[in-house]
């Protein structure tokens, strides 16, 4: 597993790279885009719509949505000026507050909410739809002045992300004994999230030692380990799903991570929780 996740990972992160500074921004928003309706596509079985064509049309549903919201806003905008963003930011705030207690609570009250198909649905709604607009509002941040200040901070949050996942993987394996969430992911460790936070930290001083992000080493600090924390909550919560569906993996198309929702569930919080707090509580100039 390790050895896969290994080779997969050397093969990703270099792809990642060249879409984030070589695409044009309209490109690299339409394979944002393309990542959201494969999430969508898992989502459904996460969801328990086990037939094919109830998945498919869940999978055109996102498509279209997420296509108005591509071409609606006018390219290049500084969009916190646009108010629906910040509701979408907000929504994502609260969704992920809610999600921390059903994971604390679980298995407890699960029955509120594990056989009902449309509530599930909603909780994947208010997961991949703020991921989207968080990461376009990232990729438009100053592009007027600078084409590649948006992909900066794109990679950054990914780094601080990635960073943190494996951090707590390979010290939890090597380290762990105090279980994090017995009943959800046992193999996640007190250890492991410890010393996953502290790499991510230290990514955190280094970006911002040698990369144009522009921001109060402070107010980075406070906002990148909330966001390292946030992407804890998404693992978990997505763990939550899968364990209720009776699935181990949410696909295959990963080799060595599983599914597209296996490798950015992290994120899927991380992005939206980090952009909300350099907004709304950190008051970075980031529009």
């Not at 921004?25 to 969801?47: D, H, N, R, Y």
């Not at 949505?65 to 500084?78: E, M």
Request: hydrophobic letters at 55%; proline letters at 5%.
């Amino acid at each position: 597993m390790l050895k896969y996740r290994l080779i997969t990972a050397f093969i990703i992160i270099p792809i990642v790279i060249g879409i984030l500074f070589l695409l044009p921004p309209i490109w690299f928003k339409l394979v944002t885009l393309t990542v959201c309706m494969l999430s969508a596509w898992e989502w459904g079985q996460l969801a328990g719509l086990n037939d094919f064509s109830k998945r498919f049309w869940l999978t055109i549903v996102y498509g279209l949505l997420l296509t108005v919201i591509t071409f609606a806003v006018p390219i290049y905008w500084p969009l916190f000026i646009v108010w629906q963003v910040q509701y979408v930011l907000l929504v994502a705030l609260l969704w992920w507050l809610t999600a921390l207690i059903l994971v604390l609570c679980y298995p407890n009250y699960a029955l509120f909410w594990c056989h009902s198909h449309l509530l599930r649905l909603a909780f994947g709604f208010f997961t991949i739809l703020p991921f989207f607009c968080s990461v376009i509002i990232l990729l438009d941040y100053n592009y007027d002045i600078n084409h590649f200040a948006g992909s900066w901070w794109l990679l950054y949050i990914m780094f601080l992300v990635w960073s943190a996942d494996s951090g707590a993987y390979l010290f939890g394996r090597a380290l762990g004994s105090h279980k994090l969430a017995p009943n959800i992911s046992p193999g996640k460790t007190w250890e492991g999230l410890i010393s996953g936070l502290l790499i991510s930290l230290i990514i955190s001083w280094i970006f911002n030692s040698y990369a144009p992000l522009h921001v109060a080493p402070l107010t980075l600090l406070v906002c990148s380990t909330v966001a390292a924390l946030a992407s804890v909550v998404g693992d978990l919560t997505e763990s939550m799903f899968k364990r209720e569906a009776g699935i181990k993996d949410s696909g295959y198309i990963i080799p060595g991570h599983g599914g597209m929702l296996d490798r950015i569930d992290s994120l899927t919080a991380a992005i939206p929780v980090f952009v909300y707090l350099m907004l709304q509580v950190c008051h970075a100039d980031i529009s």
